[in-house]
Nanobody, 117 residues
């Protein structure tokens, strides 16, 4: 069983930055592709970014050039650096881990990001 704990959310003004962290309670972290998703009030959960076990990254178009996903296998942690934040980035951000061998899927409980003046 994998437990994921997100942190780093908060209130930030437009144009500001936040760094989200997701700590995973597994010692085989390198077997997992890691991702970030978000869900705004009244909307479906949507993909934000993903990093494979080889470090290949993908992003949704609206965050390209502003967000950066990374991972530290030694610390069992993945990060989402968010710059130039916009009000439309406001959402609960969820960490996702997918085992590349058995495709089992795990989610964190989420961290709130609010971009507002």
């Amino acid at each position: 069983q994998v437990q994921l704990v997100e942190s780093g959310g908060g209130l930030v003004q437009p144009g500001g930055s936040l760094r989200l962290s997701c700590a995973a309670s597994t010692i085989i972290f390198s077997n997992f592709a890691m991702g970030w998703y978000r869900q705004a009030p009244g909307k479906q959960r949507e993909f934000v970014a993903r990093i494979t076990v080889l470090g290949i990254t993908t992003y949704r178009d609206s965050v390209k050039g502003r967000f950066t996903i990374s991972r530290d296998n030694a610390e069992n942690t993945t990060y989402l650096q968010m710059n130039s934040l916009k009000p439309e980035d406001t959402a609960v951000y969820y960490c996702n881990a997918m085992n590349i061998y058995n495709l089992s899927d795990y989610w964190g409980r989420g961290t709130q990001v609010t971009v507002s003046t």
